[in-house]
């Protein structure tokens, strides 16, 4: 079922265009969930991801080879080319490759054809799974965010903490469309709250909690929280921003294991993979201010 997106959204959103991909592959559910979504929600969608699973890939890339298999789900047939699309959706992509090269193949590409330039967004995900902590340096929804902060695309990475490798074809779990409409919601507000999205050089690392049919099952149930890529070194690793009384934000994991329906939202940097400094956080922070909630 889907939920009334509009009612979450910020009202000075407005329409962007925007590159997708992620790690599980252009045929999975949760990114063809998102491209609905966004879409429904006004903004301009490329989906450019690999052709198989190709999770775990980090940053590798290499050069798109046409295909000696059918693409996952038999979503396109053995021998098709290296990169193509749906027919009946065009905006729909495939790279056979590894995500950094899908989302470069994404911007450098198909972004100047339907776009006529440059996106002025991207997102990878929803990943089946989350993505905490030291697992985002072994990410491909990571690497493909990362290379696009990188090459000077505000970035967005979502990871959800319920479902399996599901095709787009079959009966779309529900867990599917409340990661979709959580992942448009934020970014309506990067969006509403104006140029830059994004500091230059950061990306977001945003993890959604478990969806049941008892629990958080609606995307309303959800509350975001401002937290930290990797777990804070007492003595050595540096404030912060200040935000909910405090000088350190509550880490991933912590997030992810606190009682209750909750995102995590942190700010990395694209070159490393490790957390950004207290004055890009506050960025952040200030862009995303009444979206943002304290862990109890």
């Known amino acids: ?4 997106i509009l009612a979450l959204l910020p009202l000075a959103a407005q329409a962007v265009n925007i590159i997708s991909s ?3 592959g252009w045929a999975e559910v949760n990114i063809r969930a998102m491209f609905e979504s966004l879409g429904g929600a006004g903004h301009s969608v490329v989906v450019s991801a690999p052709a198989e699973n190709q999770s775990g890939t980090g940053s590798r890339q290499k050069t798109p080879t046409n295909l000696t298999e059918p693409c996952e789900f038999n979503s396109c047939p053995s021998g098709s080319p290296a990169v193509g699309y749906n027919a009946s959706e065009p905006r729909l992509g495939y790279v056979n490759s590894y995500p950094a090269t899908s989302m470069k193949y994404g911007i ?7 776009f006529d330039g440059p996106p002025d967004l ?22 493909a965010t990362t290379y696009a902060a990188s090459a000077g695309i505000p970035a967005i990475a979502f990871s959800g903490a319920t479902g399996s ?3 787009w074809n079959a009966s779309r779990p529900n867990y599917s469309d409340v990661y979709a409409d959580l992942a448009t919601n934020l970014t309506n507000h990067v969006v509403a709250a104006g140029k830059p999205y994004l500091p230059d050089g950061i990306w977001l690392n945003v993890n959604f909690g ?3 049919d008892s629990e958080c099952s609606n995307p309303q ?6 937290s930290r890529i990797h777990v804070a070194v007492p003595l050595i690793t540096p404030h912060d921003v200040t935000t909910c009384g405090d000088t350190r934000l509550p880490s991933e994991i912590e997030v992810s294991l606190a009682s209750g329906c909750w995102a995590s939202v942190s700010v990395g940097l694209a070159s490393s993979k490790s957390d950004a400094n207290e004055t890009m956080q506050g960025g952040v922070l200030q862009k995303l201010g009444n979206l ?5």
């Open 122 to 143: 991207a997102v990878a995900g929803p990943n089946v799974g989350n993505n905490i902590g030291v697992a985002v340096y072994f990410s491909g929804t990571a690497g």
């Open 108 to 114: 450098e590409s198909r972004a100047p054809e339907f």
């Open 292 to 296: 943002l909630t304290c862990l109890p």
């Open 1 to 4: 079922m889907r939920f009334d």
């Open 210 to 212: 478990s969806v049941s």
């Open 221 to 226: 149930d959800f509350s975001f929280v401002l």
């Open 22 to 24: 992620n790690d599980d």
């Open 165 to 167: 490798q599901t095709s």
